[in-house]
């Protein structure tokens, strides 16, 4: 009896996307009995962790709402934060002989990561690569979600062979670092020099010698200025606040060639760019590292889900449209957290929902809760645009409580926080350099760890 009961729950999902998002939600579906394809656009898994270095072609603002490059990540890139906190629960970012055993690896070393999970977890028979989906839509809206089916076209990339297909469930895992954020400056359409988003900023060698504008001061701002300080004639930093912290200060300190301005007030035909306190100089190149927007070119759902100024909504705790839940859901949307245990909380809402183990509340309440979120953030003063900003620990352990995953441990808190106090002080030598041994050391004697071992492969 319990059997034909699971079984009249197992739902057909189309999981769209195999970055860290999309592969765990796909473990986590599978799991929980239903049957589940995995489309991705690209030849292998990582999503945006799929360095590409030809980004010949490619729209360099990226206006276009079908990008050709996917990933956004430079060839120099490191992470941000240690390997400790990253990874799922299960399965641990372990060092690995013969690879980078930093703390703070490689991009390739992260996707090797994935590539060890995909392989462990047997992910690849439900992937389907160098798929690119190009319309997911309802095909019959009933009075109630649950009745939803949902069609997905998608077309083949090397056969150009378009395939049409029903899903009872569609999990959206498309991530949301590709589609770039441009600013609006005065002059910017008709600026006749180099002007390109950092998506497809690869090297610091075609600006050598070049005078460089980076518009923005955030990771990427940051990294890829002190990146060009060396091969460019100048780098002018423009940030919408003069208020930096100690590390950039120090490292504009140490460069002759490295300034610090104003946000941009417009840019002339010859080449000027003009700052708000009226200073100005010759520029051969701008570099806009101010972000990336939700961008979904393939749903059509009826105006039920819409993005506004990079609100992706209305959006029960930032995963379920209510209207459409849990037939449709997206998964990744946060930002400013720790992403790899928060997308396994939501994969498992996600599954448990759809094979009926856990009900959402009512459309009532859920647009009741969504609108005092709204409320709440306005109040604080919060920008919508920053909508989907979390950090806050509490926050994520809230919603794993929903299907009784496991508070974020104080030791991946910690060790976060201090990365981030680190390279607020260190910018140019936090990822080789740290003072916090002592949580180091607690979190690798966690079970996270030593159920297998610092140095042992997982597989």
Known sequence: MVSETLQSQ??????????????????????????????????????????????????????????????????????TSPREIMGFTDFPFLVKKGRDMRRFPSHTELLMYLRDFCEHFGLGEMIRFNTRVDYVGMLDYGVCSNDLKWVVRSEDKKSEKTVEE????????????????????????????????????????PFRNEIVVVVGNSLSGQDISIELVDVAKEVHMSSRSLNISEGLSKVISKHANFHLHPQIETLQEDGRVTFVDGSSILADSILYCTGYSYAFPFLDTKEMVVVDDDRVGPLYEHTFPPSLA?????????????????FESQAIWIAQLLSGKKVLPSWEEMMKSIKEFYQSREAAGIPKHCTHEIANFGYCDKYGDNVGFPRIEEWRKQLCLSALINSDANLETYRDSWDDHELLQEALQSPHFTQLGLEDSPM
């Not at 449709?328 to 790899?340: A, C, D, M, N, T």
Request: positive net charge; proline residues 7%.
């Open 10 to 79: 197992t739902k057909n999902v189309c999981v769209i996307g195999a970055g860290p998002s999309g592969l765990v939600a796909a473990r986590e579906l599978r799991k929980e009995g239903h049957r589940v394809v995995l489309l991705e656009q690209n030849h292998d898994v990582g999503g945006q962790w799929l360095y590409e270095s030809n980004v010949e072609g490619e729209d360099p603002l990226g206006k276009k709402p079908f990008l050709k490059v996917h990933s956004s990540i430079y060839e120099s890139l490191r992470l």
């Open 166 to 205: 029903v899903f009872d469930a569609v999990v959206v895992a498309t991530g949301h670092y590709s589609q770039p954020r441009l600013p609006s400056i005065q002059g910017m359409d008709t600026w006749k020099r180099k002007q390109m988003h950092s998506h497809i900023y690869r090297t610091p060698e």
């Open 326 to 342: 849990p037939s449709l859901s997206f998964i990744g949307i946060p930002r400013k957290i720790i992403g790899f245990p928060f």
